[in-house]
C-alpha cells in the first residue's frame, strides 16, 4: 500500500471521528454543562497532544504563545456556538451547516482578505446557502427557523475565520506547536467561562457521573482531537490538497451516517435535497477554492505533499 493511499484513508478515518462526535455532543450536553464539558475535552486532549508531539514544543516563543491564544479564540468561540446550538438541533442538521464554514472560508478571504476567487468556489456558495436554506428552513417558512441552526451557522463563521488564520500562521510556525497551544489555549478559556459562568449562575456547573458522559469525553478528547489532528498533521505530507478536500466532504455525510445508526435521525426528503446542496457546496469550495482545513481541523491543507 502506497504512503498516499494510507494518508488518504488517514484523512477519511480523521472525517469520521469529527462526524461520529456530533451524536456523542449532542448526548453529553444533556448531561453536562456545556463549558465544562467542553473544558475537560480539549484539557484531556491537550495533555494527550503534548505526549504526542513534544518535540514539537521545545524552545516555544512568545510569538508562537500568542498566535496559539488567538486561533483558540476562534476555535472556542466555534466550538461555544455549535454545542449552545446542538442542544436545539439535530446532530445531522448540525454537522452540514457546520460544514459551511468550508464554503465561508474562501468568500471572507475574497471579501476581508481581498483574495482572488475562481468562479466555481460562488458557485458552490450559492448551492450551499440553497442547500441551508432547504435543510434549516421547513416548509419555506422562516418563522420555523430554528434556532439551534443559527447558532450553528454562527460557529460555522468563527470556524472560517480560524481555519483563514491557521493558513496564515502555518507560514510562521511549526503545525504541531499550533494545534498544540491552540487545543491548550481552548481548554483555559473554556475553563474560565465556566468559572465566570458558575459564578453568576448563568449556567450552573452540571457533570452527571455517568459512563455515557465519561466515554463521551474520552471519545471526543482522544478520537475526535488529540489522534484525529495527530493523524492530519501526518497525512498532509503525503497527499495531495485536491484528495484532502474531497475526503473532508465526508465529514457531514458521517455525521448524518451516525445519527441515522445511533439515534434514528432521519431527514425528509427536502432536508435530504439541501443536504446534497450543502456537500456538493463544500466540495466545489474546498477542490476549486484556495487550500483549506476541515471545519473541525486545527491545521490546514498544506500546499506541499
Known sequence: MSQRLKADLALALASLFWGATFVVMKDAVSRSSIFL???????????????????????????????????????????????FGLKLTTPAKSAFVTGFSVVLVPLLMGLLWRRRMRAWVYIGALAAVGGLYLLTVPGGELARLNRGDILTLIAAGLYAVHIILVGQYTHKHPLGALSFLQVTATALFALFVSSVCAATGWEPVRFEGSWQLYGAVGITAVFATAMAFTIQLWAQKYTTPSHAAILFTLEPVFGALTSFLVIDERLGMRALAGAALVVFGIFLAEWKGPAQAAAESPGPVTESP
Open 37 to 83: 464539558f467542553l473544558m475537560l475535552r480539549f484539557g484531556l486532549a491537550a495533555v494527550l497532544m503534548a505526549a504526542l508531539q513534544r518535540n514539537s514544543l521545545r524552545g516555544l516563543r512568545a510569538p508562537q504563545l500568542l498566535a496559539g491564544a488567538r486561533l483558540g479564540i476562534f476555535l472556542f468561540g466555534g466550538y461555544a456556538f455549535q454545542t
